[in-house]
């Protein structure tokens, strides 16, 4: 400690103060202009994104700071002896509020395009290069956070549960009650983009990256209006591509990158929680037919469309239940194969049914959250009032499942 560089240490304590703050103001440039792209319009500026992964940010900005607290600490000792933890708590925590935090933010909110324009210039290749570390800290997190998530509930019900279960029973057993147009619209209020978006495994979208003629046959076959656009990765969207202008060029494959381009429009983006109804005034303000469905961070959750919404109004006061679903496939013995990318709103919808529709959007989400597995071998479980038997598993996930209520027993026919 007599030899300590006195200097040097200050300079480099001052440096990681400095780029602490860069880092913050970063994550914050990069929330402001995300809240920003949620009301853009085709005729608006495209607004700068992040070029590297969140995760590595906020994984250095945690280690500049906790050096920060640690040499703070040990020049505070080298000049004030027992009285140096007390003078670096109170220095290094003032420093780092006030350069590291409050005034990056203020900064950030003011120029958030320079801030976020200047952070990927600087640190695009040093992040990428550490995330892979960030990525690790991060999957612990969530892997300690696994026994306080909210769990499936997989046990067989109590006796006391019982009259309960057969009164629900009955009530399903009864046809279910008209609601008022206006009612329906208004319990929209109670549904969130998130619980009706389609996921982003299911999206078919253009990937720019791909040569010319795989994208002219995956629009002959496509049959959708509007396609999202990107690089490698939806979460690099660039564009939404509207077919109709550039399907006259497909037949004859005289169909360009600059003519695909030309019919492209900027993407709309749409926070996950926002309520259906409010989504709805929204898509017809920015006269948009379909949105990207971002999480806080901005990555790129799925999509959701116009006709998503009214399809939802339509079904909370159609008056009948209904099997045209293409995931669901009646056995002769009164149980259903449902396949595992079945929406679980949809099936309840379908089927009258209640399986747990706030968590897993996915039947296949549904059975791994219960089982935290990926079965490997025919599997029964029950959720709730319903059985389940997985019946196969393809690429990591279930793919059908068997399925049947136990209010009755199946009866063969």
């Not at 206006?182 to 982003?200: F, M, Q």
């Not at 056995?331 to 990318?341: H, T, W």
Request: aromatic fraction near 4%; charge should be negative.
């Amino acid at each position: 400690m007599d030899n300590l560089p006195l200097g040097p240490m200050l300079a480099v304590l001052a440096l990681l103060i400095l780029w602490s703050g860069l880092f913050t103001a970063i994550e914050v440039a990069q929330q402001h202009l995300l809240a920003q792209r949620t009301a853009s319009r085709a005729s608006d500026k495209p607004l700068a994104k992040l070029s590297f992964p969140l995760h590595s940010l906020i994984f250095c900005n945690t280690l500049c700071r906790a050096l920060v607290v640690v040499i703070s600490t040990l020049l505070a000792i080298f000049l004030w002896a027992e009285n140096g933890p007390w003078a670096a708590c109170l220095g290094a925590g003032a420093a780092l509020l006030v350069l590291a935090d409050f005034l990056p933010r203020i900064l950030a909110n003011r120029h958030p395009d320079a801030v976020l324009a200047l952070g990927n210039n600087l640190l695009s290749v040093p992040l990428k290069i550490v995330y892979p570390a960030a990525w690790l800290l991060n999957g612990i997190s969530q892997l300690l956070m696994r026994p306080f998530a909210r769990k499936v509930s997989v046990v067989q019900h109590s006796d006391d549960e019982a009259a309960d279960n057969h009164a629900h029973d009955n009530d399903h057993d009864q046809p279910p009650v008209r609601l008022h147009p206006v009612s329906g619209i208004h319990a929209l209020d109670n549904i969130t983009v998130n619980d009706i978006l389609v996921p982003r495994s299911e999206v078919d979208g253009i990937n720019l990256d791909d040569p010319l003629d795989e994208i002219i046959e995956q629009l002959r076959a496509n049959r959708r209006t509007r396609l999202p656009v990107f690089h490698s990765d939806i979460n690099q969207v660039e564009a939404v591509l509207n077919t109709r202008q550039i399907r006259h060029l497909l037949p004859d494959a005289s169909l360009t990158l600059p003519a695909l381009l030309a019919a492209c429009h900027e993407p709309y983006f749409v926070p996950e929680s926002t309520p259906l109804q409010l989504q709805l005034l929204n898509f017809h303000k920015q006269q948009r037919r379909l949105g990207m469905v971002v999480d806080e961070y901005g990555e790129v959750l799925g999509i959701v469309t116009l006709e998503d919404i009214l399809e939802e109004i339509v079904g909370e006061f159609e008056s009948e239940h209904s099997l045209d679903n293409p995931h669901i496939h009646p056995q002769a013995d009164g149980r259903l194969v449902i396949e595992g990318a079945a929406s679980i709103r949809e099936l309840n919808k379908s089927l009258g049914w209640h399986l747990p529709s706030d968590g897993p959007k996915t039947l296949n989400g549904l059975v791994t959250e219960a089982l935290e597995t990926i079965p490997d071998c025919p599997v029964c479980l029950k959720i709730g009032r319903y059985r389940l038997e997985i019946l196969e598993t393809e690429d990591n996930r279930v793919s059908r499942v068997l399925i049947w209520h136990t209010s009755s027993l199946p009866v063969l026919i």
